[in-house]
């Protein structure tokens, strides 16, 4: 019985410490689901949408390649963003996605329509 319980109590110790271990973000959990992030670059508001979604795709001398992640949707605040926008668009991504404790991946193609950016796949 004494066995029993110090097993027991090795297996708890464990399990505790798995939950406390830090991830691979310097120590900080970043969030499991979707995520609106107000951001501002270059003095504009921006609100960025962190979701799951479908992989999105780089570009290599191989071809497209799948890159899997959270997809970010970036919109202005006030105005709907325009096609020549995507720089912007994508720094506001990058923005959100690392103010969320993620990586983001910046090869990622963006896509736009109906006055946002999509960046699928980029923040991971």
């Not at 830090?22 to 992030?37: F, H, K, W």
């Not at 970010?72 to 709907?80: D, E, G, L, Q, W």
Request: aromatic residues 4%.
């Amino acid at each position: 019985m004494r066995r029993a319980a110090g097993i027991i109590g090795l297996v708890g110790t464990g399990v505790l410490s798995a939950c406390a271990a830090p991830s691979g973000t310097g120590g900080a959990m970043a969030p499991a689901g979707p995520a609106r992030v107000p951001v501002a670059v270059e003095g504009k508001a921006f609100l960025a949408e962190i979701a799951p979604g479908p992989a999105g795709i780089r570009l290599t001398a191989a071809g497209a390649v799948p890159v899997p992640g959270m997809g970010v949707t970036v919109r202005r605040s006030a105005t709907p963003l325009g096609y020549d926008e995507g720089k912007v668009a994508k720094e506001a991504a990058r923005l959100a996605c690392e103010g969320q404790g993620r990586r983001f991946d910046g090869t990622v193609q963006g896509r736009f329509g109906q006055g946002a950016w999509q960046f699928a796949g980029a923040c991971a």
